[in-house]
């Protein structure tokens, strides 16, 4: 009887770190996509950089690449658009993923006018 025990406890044992550790990269695998909105306080094309004043009054830093892609206007009937023609005082939305430095890096940006 005692024999059966530890071999039903090492079996569950055995289910349970495997559910564990296959949970654990799943999660890792899907990334959330961040958001991040307000008015355009600084761009700097050296480094990439465009710092967001956000609606809650916080300042977020996004990173873009050349592979990021920017449209002018709203969200379904944008225009494509460059970094170029990204302005400060303008209202961008950016959407993409965190780095571990608690900065967004963008896979698509819609930038316009301030309402």
């Given amino acids: 009887m005692r024999v059966y025990s530890f071999s039903a406890l090492g079996w569950w ?10 949970l654990n ?16 306080f600084l761009i700097d094309k050296d480094s ?10 916080a300042r ?3 990173v873009y690449s050349p592979d990021t892609k920017f449209s002018y ?4 009937k944008g225009k494509e658009s460059a970094i170029d023609q990204v ?12 780095d571990g430095r608690e900065r967004l890096v ?3 940006c819609v930038h316009r006018e301030q309402r």
Avoid: F, W
């Avoid at 961040?34 to 008015?39: L, N």
């Avoid at 206007?73 to 379904?76: A, F, P, S, V, Y």
């Fill in 13 to 22: 044992a055995t289910v349970l770190l495997y559910l564990v550790l296959n």
């Fill in 25 to 40: 990269v799943i999660a890792k695998e899907k990334v959330p996509n961040m958001i991040v909105q307000g008015k355009v």
């Fill in 48 to 57: 990439s950089i465009i710092m967001v004043d956000t609606i809650t009054g």
């Fill in 60 to 62: 977020r830093v996004v």
């Fill in 73 to 76: 206007g709203r969200t379904n």
């Fill in 87 to 98: 302005q400060e005082a303008q209202y961008i939305s950016c959407t993409g993923t965190s």
């Fill in 106 to 108: 963008a896979k698509e």
